[in-house]
């Protein structure tokens, strides 16, 4: 089993719709989560990082299922600008691990 | 500006050439950070430093020699690669490494092609 699964995508997506991004990872000992953008030919970015309780930063939210290894993200009311690439990220003792991540295209 | 600048952005090398990525960065970070992106594959880590001291070395073939001379500057020496080590090399900071290590900055990369 891969350590962090994401689904490649792509998803399609209409301007104003939600959608969300799931993504487990296999290692119950991972300590810290997040979520980069990577847009296209650019380097990934931090987009949010991950809290047990869940946590939101303006159309974004984050949620974590510890018990299902599970992490998710939210996009609601997307724009055409969040067109890229979503990599979920988990530090596993003290190493960064990356998804393969997954392509948004948000169509006008 | 970026606050960690890689150099050069394209580089083209046979495999008997060799080559040295640089990065730089200009965070007063603690902990430096290669990655390698493949095309269809995950961010590989590939060398972890932490103040100058190399903590992580995640398998990686002897023809990748990694220095780090100081927190600031990190390179990546290429030597006799092969045509499958073609790929983005992203170099990236962070305060320092460890479980409380959250975000990573990175640089713009190196896309190499090995001929």
């Known amino acids: 089993r891969k350590e962090v699964e994401q689904d490649p995508g792509p998803f399609n997506v209409p301007e104003g719709a939600t959608v969300a991004f799931n993504c487990t990872y296999s290692n119950s000992a991972s300590q810290s989560f997040f979520w980069y953008r990577q847009d296209c030919r650019k380097e990934p970015k931090l987009l949010m990082s991950v809290y047990s309780s869940g946590n939101e930063d303006g159309r974004f939210t984050a949620q974590l299922n510890r018990a299902s290894q599970y992490i998710s993200l939210l996009i609601r009311d997307s724009k055409l600008s969040d067109s890229a690439t979503y990599l979920c990220v988990v530090n596993v003792r003290d190493k960064i691990i990356f998804g393969k991540g997954t392509r948004l295209h948000i169509l006008p | 500006e970026t606050g960690v600048t890689q150099t050069p952005r394209h580089l083209v090398m046979g495999m008997t050439n060799k080559k040295s990525l640089k990065c730089e960065q200009h965070?007063?970070?603690?902990?430096m950070y290669w990655y390698k992106q493949s095309a269809k594959k995950p961010l590989e880590l590939m060398f972890v430093?932490?103040?100058?001291?190399?903590?992580e070395n995640n398998s990686v073939p002897s023809r990748f020699s990694p220095e780090c001379p100081n927190s600031s500057h990190l390179f990546l020496h290429l030597h006799t690669l092969q045509p499958e080590d073609s790929a983005l090399y992203l170099c990236?900071?962070?305060?320092?490494?460890?479980?409380?290590?959250?975000?990573?900055?990175f640089g713009e990369g190196s896309r190499l092609t090995v001929l």
């Open positions: 430093y932490n103040f100058k001291e190399q903590t």
């Open positions: 990236a900071s962070s305060q320092a490494s460890g479980v409380n290590t959250g975000e990573l900055f």
């Open positions: 965070l007063g970070h603690n902990a």
